[in-house]
């Protein structure tokens, strides 16, 4: 497994890293035993970042990580949580006093003195932009309650604000082959910048592993199922804003162009991890044989020429018009 810097801290993290929102909430119910054994199956095949939230699962996800981690003295792993969406998306919320509150009970949770990497959960364009944010950041980093900080975000324009701050470690975004916008406006800045890039929503919530159809459906309290137009949250997260049927079409598609001996998901994360500028790539896993696949793509030695073509023309043909404006 390649290794790539962490931004500006002395950290490497791995090129396939682990998401566990899946292992929180919102995906169907995960089991305890299910959920650890994901995690070791991870570590195991050499994955050395986990990310997680603490809204995953209302803290869930993070306990998991920290009894895991427990269980494992000198893992090596870091952790990447994230915070601001245990309240209203609202710029008056992301106060000092609130950043210090969420950051002390994701220590709780994790069991940990120092957080390795927070980052701001997706929150307003408001907050991203505003001096007083890193301001506060920098405090909690003064006062070794975090090592380093980050934003997710859902917008390049967002991701391009982040970079521009100069101790910012890390930038979380939407990245795969039915979000492109990144690679011209995002990757090469924060490559500049010494900034960290995560490609999350890497498979499009699933859509990418080549296993739907039509006739797929999902638990009632899956966000595939009750997201699919942003009922709840930024529909960009379900499918990365990909309408289901067309998503088919352009599945259908690019399992066509991938290398004989070689699945379109582990193609998929072999591509984006291959892209200059990308340091982690986080794929959820819900059991033991997702983790080893999606390990085992950041050691792919494949040609993925075709498949890179393949990917710029499905994405001008089916998908541009309506994802490349709005994110």
Sequence with gaps: ?????????????????????????????VSEDDALTVLAASADAGVTLFDTADVYGDGRSEQLIGRFLASRP???????????RRVAQEPENYTP???????????????????????????????????????????????GAIAAYGVSVETCAQALSAIARPN???????????????LDEVLPKALDAGVAIFARVPLASGLLSG?????????????RAYNRH????????????????????????LAAAVPEG???????????????GVTSVIPGARNIAQAESNAAAGEI??????????????????????IHPHW
């Design 1 to 29: 497994m390649n290794h790539n810097p962490l931004g500006r801290t002395s950290r490497s993290v791995s090129a396939i890293g682990l998401g566990t929102w899946q292992l929180g909430a919102d995906w169907g119910d």
């Design 74 to 84: 000198g893992n090596g792993i870091t952790v990447a949580t994230k915070m601001g």
């Design 97 to 143: 006093e609130n950043f210090r509150a969420w950051t002390e009970r994701s220590r709780r949770n994790l069991g940990v003195d120092t957080l390795d990497l927070v980052q701001l959960h997706c929150p307003p364009s408001a907050v991203i932009d505003a001096d007083a944010t890193y301001d506060a950041l920098d405090e909690l980093v003064a006062d």
């Design 168 to 182: 910012v470690t890390n930038v979380q975004i939407i990245f795969n082959p039915f979000r492109l916008k990144p």
């Design 211 to 223: 296993k739907y159809s039509a006739a797929t459906t999902f638990a009632a309290n899956d966000h």
């Design 230 to 253: 942003g009922e709840a949250f930024d529909r960009g997260e379900t499918f990365s804003g990909v309408d289901f049927e067309t998503g088919l079409r352009a599945v259908q598609e």
């Design 262 to 276: 070689v699945t379109l998901p582990a193609a998929t994360l072999a591509w984006i991890a291959s892209r200059t």
């Design 301 to 322: 030695d494949v040609d993925l020429s075709g498949f890179n073509t393949a990917v710029t023309d499905v994405y001008d043909r089916l998908l541009r018009t309506d």
